[in-house]
């Protein structure tokens, strides 16, 4: 019912606006985009279009003081009066003209420098005047395409049949269109609370914008800023440390108010740092307006050429505030002869400035839509949308939303699907999918030739998988059902494996999920993996070192999980276990073919003869729990999405029993916990830790399958982009243990704090690495690693490289190597 009643109104509100709406040009009529235009002394406002049209929600069109405002061009204030509810209002702008005085520049006593030390100094009074406040807010983001190839390296570039047909015959157009229109409550610093009134994709009625206020809040009175990595404010507390500023000239704005504009420039220019116009107002030396760029590469974003944010504020004579009314993301970026350009527009009105909220006010949920949020028709936005579509977004709402409508019936999806799902002779051997969209359902035939699966190890030799799935899915209840068939075959053993799984996801609101496999495989004796299949075919087939240890594991095994409060999952599984050694069965490689493969023997490299443990079975019962502390949540009709909150860590605890097994010594039971957690420290880098525990009992003669292994390396070779789960010099088994244990790994990753300051080196702009791992079992002695390395390395665009220097230290024994990490192996894998 409250929803009814709050719908109710809202629409007896917008009935009751009356709008002025016009097209706002200079003096030559060239369209001005993004210009101010707010009611004075109120805080309701808009900004134009691309095209310099605006239209103006106002209470009542009586005596309206109306100030459009725009960088570089003289404030105007225009009263207005007129009977009809709807007001044309064409507004002709002039360019400023800024004054400064004739003065000599001493760099001991810069004029601007003495701007931006006020606005620092000030900025605490500035912020707490909008530290909390509720605000309507409505955001348009759109982005592009250009010169999209039908081919990339080869490869055919497949966006699908509706994302393919937006595009010109150039592979030019409007990739993806959206609109939100929402009520924010907020209080500083993270403090959110929004509700979706209406949300709107171009060609998906059933889709939900994800342009939020979660995602659009930059204040600058922050002394950073968070783009993937923190850049520093030109008025942080630090910011002469980074930035130099010139004061370009000031002006007078509608109500008086001296401006001055003042241009930032870094002092260095691979450094976390913006680089434009602020403009401050005299006197307060609040934030006027923000013109500002960020290189790609300042922000670690190679891909990203330049990234555009304008603010603008207004000025409330009634309560003095200077309040943020409009701001505009804008960005290039490019890959491969692709450009990619994206505009976000953000427009704030209706400000509220409580000098406190109640208790309750703010929860875990951060986000919530109204049940009917994508449902609004055209006419609610025309009437309340405060920016006006221009052309060009107008075309692609009425060609995708006609569209839609005829790619939503079973006629047109089935003749897609008739298309798509033509067999071949061929796809015997390379293989084949089909698909029925109208039914929601698909299935997929691997082949006999699936390459991507090939790999090499000396227990099968060369060995590739096949198969089959299917898959009938429900996007609007979350539903979704799968059943998978992998058969794997190794020509060395001549061995046929092969394994079943049925797995089923309830909804999407608690992400209830269960699941039923069995069959047979080999299974690494580290069921963490430590060592991919690529990594050891490679080294393997080339240097002769095979690492990978592997054992039959024939099982049946059923799981269980679910979320069972705000950040809180569990997990449940039991299963059965019947495991087997293996023996090589292959001396095969391509190089150092006299050399000798170690065993398959984990405890015993050069003994061929003795398995690594006696043939058993058992069932295990396994119990989990991740808990994210203070989790918060976007809640929408389709589901409810989790969002970690990054100030608090994530704990993992499991119980682990081995039960009714061939032997009584094979019986167990282990406990286990682990904390994980990523310390931000501003713009001088980020700290991540990962602490790990955990106690065996009644386990003295357990299988070695059972030990706690740990993830060990000897190829030199990363394969994850943050080592915090890897001891990079350690042999795979040589610390396995079935007592207690106590596992640390810590990564300082300096985001470019110190390399951006050396010279030569910061042409790099690359990352600085320093970590600490350590490792503690009873009756041996400690195990530590100190690394230090360079991240973010790479070719042009491409930083997939790191490379790290790691010494290792146990009992005496000390080891150095050299690591390099391909993080593009996470890809190939």
């Known amino acids: 019912m409250r929803n009814y009643i709050l719908l109710a109104f809202l629409f007896f509100s917008i009935s009751n606006f009356a709008q002025i709406k016009g097209t706002i040009t200079d003096e030559k009529g060239n369209p001005l985009p993004f210009v101010s235009v707010f009611e004075e002394n109120t805080y309701s406002g808009t900004t134009s279009n691309e095209q310099g049209k605006y239209q103006l929600n106002v209470k009542d069109i009586g005596k309206n ?64 005047k909008t530290s909390r406040y509720t605000a309507d807010f409505y955001s348009k983001g759109m982005f592009k395409v250009k010169d999209l190839p039908k081919k990339i390296l080869g490869q055919k570039v497949d966006l699908g049949e509706d994302m393919a047909s937006n595009l010109d015959s150039t ?50 009175y922050d002394n950073t800023l968070d783009f993937d990595i923190p850049l520093i404010s030109p008025i942080a507390d630090n910011a002469f440390n980074y930035y130099k500023y010139k004061l370009e000239g000031t002006f007078f704005d509608s109500n008086n108010n001296e401006i001055n504009k003042i241009k930032v420039t870094p002092k260095r220019d691979k450094e976390p740092v913006f680089e434009g116009y602020i403009y401050i107002v005299d006197d307060s030396f609040a934030i006027y307006a923000i013109d500002l760029n960020i290189k790609g590469y300042r922000m670690k974003n190679e891909f990203t050429e330049v990234m555009t944010l304008k603010q603008s504020f207004n000025y409330n004579s009634k309560n003095k505030i200077w309040s943020k009314n409009a701001q505009t993301l804008s960005f290039n970026a490019g890959i ?95 293989g084949y999918d089909y698909k029925n969209t109208f039914k929601q359902y698909s299935f997929k035939y691997d082949g006999l030739l699936n390459i991507s699966s090939l790999s090499f190890n000396t227990v099968q030799g060369f060995n590739f998988d096949s198969g089959f799935s299917f898959r009938k899915w429900n996007e609007e209840k979350g539903k979704s059902t799968s059943i998978k068939t992998t058969f794997n075959y190794g020509f060395s053993d001549e061995r046929f494996r092969i394994v079943g799984e ?79 050694p293996l023996f090589n069965t292959t001396d095969y490689s391509f190089f150092k073919r006299d050399d000798i493969y170690s065993s398959n023997n984990p405890l015993a490299p050069n003994d061929f003869e003795t398995p690594a443990f006696d043939p058993h079975h058992l069932f295990k019962a396994n119990v989990s729990a991740r808990i994210n502390f203070g989790n918060k949540y976007i809640s929408r009709p389709d589901g409810r999405y989790n969002v970690k909150n990054d100030k608090y860590p ?32 501003g713009n001088k880098g980020a700290m991540g830790m990962n602490f790990r525990a955990g106690k065996f009992f009644n386990a003295d003669n357990i299988s070695f399958i059972d030990y706690r292994h740990f993830n060990g390396n000897q190829t030199h070779i990363g394969t994850t982009d943050r080592y915090l789960n890897v001891f990079n010099l350690m042999p795979y088994y040589a610390n396995s243990t079935n007592d207690s244990y106590f596992e640390l790994h810590s990564e300082y990753n300096d985001t470019g704090f110190i390399m951006n300051k050396i010279p030569l080196l910061n042409l790099l702009k690359s990352t600085m690495n320093l970590g600490f791992h350590s490792l503690a079992i009873p009756d041996r002695k400690p195990y530590t690693e100190l690394t230090v390395g360079l991240d973010n390395l790479g070719f042009g665009k491409f930083k997939l490289f790191r ?25 190939l894998d």
């Open 65 to 128: 003081k109306i100030t459009f405002q725009y960088l570089g061009f003289k404030t105007q204030k225009l009263t207005v009066s007129s009977d009809s509810k709807t007001l044309i209002l064409d507004v002709k702008m002039l360019e400023e003209s800024f004054a400064l005085n004739e003065v000599v520049i001493d760099p001991k006593n810069n004029p601007a420098n003495a701007i931006i030390k006020s606005a620092i100094a000030n900025k605490k009074e500035n912020s707490e």
């Open 171 to 220: 592979g030019t157009g409007i990739l993806y269109l959206s609109e939100t229109l929402s009520k924010v409550t907020f209080q500083k610093p993270d403090k959110l609370k929004e509700k979706i009134i209406a949300s709107k994709i171009s060609g998906n009625n059933r889709g939900y914008s994800y342009n939020t206020a979660a995602l659009s809040t930059y204040d600058f």
């Open 336 to 430: 491969f002869g692709v450009k990619f350009s994206g505009q976000f527009n953000y427009v704030y009105s209706n400000y509220e400035f409580p000098e406190s909220f109640e208790k309750k006010t703010f929860g875990n949920e951060i986000v919530a839509f109204e049940a009917n949020a994508n449902k609004k028709d055209d006419a609610f936005w025309n009437e309340i949308r405060p920016i006006p579509l221009t052309i060009e977004e107008s075309n692609d709402y009425t060609k995708k939303d006609s569209l839609q409508t005829i790619r939503k019936t079973q006629k047109y999806t089935d003749s897609v699907d008739a298309k798509n799902n033509k067999f071949k002779v061929f796809d015997v051997l390379t």
């Open 502 to 580: 049925i797995n089923h996801k309830f909804n999407n609101i608690n992400y209830a999920s269960i699941g039923v496999s069995g069959g047979t495989k080999v299974a690494q004796f580290n069921g963490a993996e430590p060592i991919t299949k690529l990594v050891n075919s490679i080294s393997s087939l080339f240097f002769k070192d095979n690492y990978m240890k592997l054992y039959n594991l024939e099982f049946a095994q059923i799981n269980y999980s679910q979320d069972v409060a705000n950040g809180i999952n569990l997990n449940a599984k039991v299963a059965y276990e019947q495991r087997k």
């Open 650 to 681: 994530t704990l993992f605890l499991a119980f682990e029993k081995a039960f009714a097994a061939s032997e009584k010594k094979y019986e167990f039971e282990r406990v286990g916990a682990s904390l994980q957690y990523d310390l931000s420290l």
């Open 803 to 827: 490379v790290d220097y790691v010494h290792s230290y146990q009992g005496g024994i000390q080891q150095n190597g050299v690591v390099f990490g391909l993080k593009i192996l996470n890809v």
